[in-house]
């Protein structure tokens, strides 16, 4: 069982005390909060959000996430507000956790595969703060660990969201442990069959080739040795999810996967690393365009490591990969590398974080400190759209800005143009309300209802714009001058006046300045979206003008 006091043991190890002191703080504030309330298994709650913290203090995350972690469930299982926690540990800690709440609120129902791209998009669009997204992968991989108490259905629903949703996020992040080990428990969950189909043929397989494995990783060893390098060389296990996963894509059999040899080397500077290099091509010929060099050129999320493939004994491709030790734990972390904390806990950031983010900037050909890569991070994960839900649950994107009637017109061209009214989250909200992230939008429309000119001052889809109009254009004239008179009366109200009072040398004033004929043609126009009912009507209303 871990324990408040493993925990604060833990964070000793980088975190100054009166942080430590802070974080017990925070434990025994949602001890009480969460005071009666027990999970599944029978556990008191509070050892979740304690199993949680742990995993990001493993990370070395900073002491905000860590008790933001501890805090997590608080707004959403206790009565405990954000303004209260706010106000004990600070407006950060209440961010943190009201996003993750915000993001624990949104439900993915979907039916279809194609949908969970969108909302992983969504989800991310959603935070304004990376260490919320970290925070509910914790939470995400703990309840993974403790699904076996869920009822059957649950559990496999849980770990294809899991797959689907949480395992690319986690990859897009690079924090590579975090996402192996929710790809094992949600593929295990998922398909229990195939998994243990495969564990059996892994467990055959693995007997057979143990003996040539060895004969390799030894060769290589001594090889480097005689050069006067001397490293541990790993030999690497084929996770069961990513030989599923490679099978499946690129249809190939369990041997054809299975069947390649992989070896990791950590070394100690980026210059051992190509000189390793150069010592294996020497000793296994390499296989022409398998090389990369993600050390000069880093993945996006910004992984590095040499990686090579050769021909080895009896034809059998041996896979290698080569970085240093400063590599390989970013490789493990990924992003949450950024919030490293120098071991011996003087508080300061790790400095190969601050360097890694800062050859990350350098290839964006950015220079700068790391807030601004945080920044770029966020606009690439902040597209310029927002994702809503309809109330059947399917996720529509639409542009930023966009309006509920935006959305009607997403929905059907029709239902735009029938709209009167909106529903956000349940709530009525005027047609012009901006939509926002993670909202349920409904729409209520009345027949023989039409569009309104004024809609065009608000809409910013193309689609709903070019609807708009086109249907304004439609209207006969009859109907288009009624239409502009309604609207022309509406807006004059607004000034206490009505056009029959409005005397006749004003208007033909203001048609002489348009130049137009009639008094209908000026409506007409209005109808049309060409002119604004209200300015006209200003312009009709204005004192000292005669
Ligand atoms: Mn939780």
Redesign the pocket.
Known sequence: MFLISDLCTLLKSYLEPDQVKEVYRAYIFGADAHEGQQRLSGEPYIY??LA?ARILAEMRMDVKSIIAALL??VIEDTPTAKDHLASEFGEEVAELVDGVSKLTQVKFESKAEAQAENFRKMMLAMVRDIRVILIKLA?RLH?MRTLGVMPPAKRRRISKETLEIYVPIANRLGMHNLRLELEELGFKAAYPIRYRILEDAVKNARGNRSEVLEKIRKNIEERLHQEGIDVPVKGREKHLYSIYEKMRSKGLSFAEVFDVYAFRLVVDKPDTCYRVLGIIHSIYKPVPGKFKDYIAIPKANGYQSLHTILFGPYGIPIEVQIRTEDMEKVANVGIAAHWLYKSGGDGHRKDLAQEWLRGLLEMQQHAGNSQEFLENVKIDLFPDEVYVFSPKGDIMTLPRGSTIVDFAYAVHSDLGNSCVAGKIDRRLAPLRTQLHNGQTVEIISAPGAKPNPVWLDFVVSAKARSNIRSFLKRLKRGEAIQLGRRLLEKSLASFSANLDDIPESRINKLLEEFKLDKLDDLLEQISLGNRVALLVARQLTETGVP
């Open positions: 979740h959000p949680v997590h469930d939470d309840n």
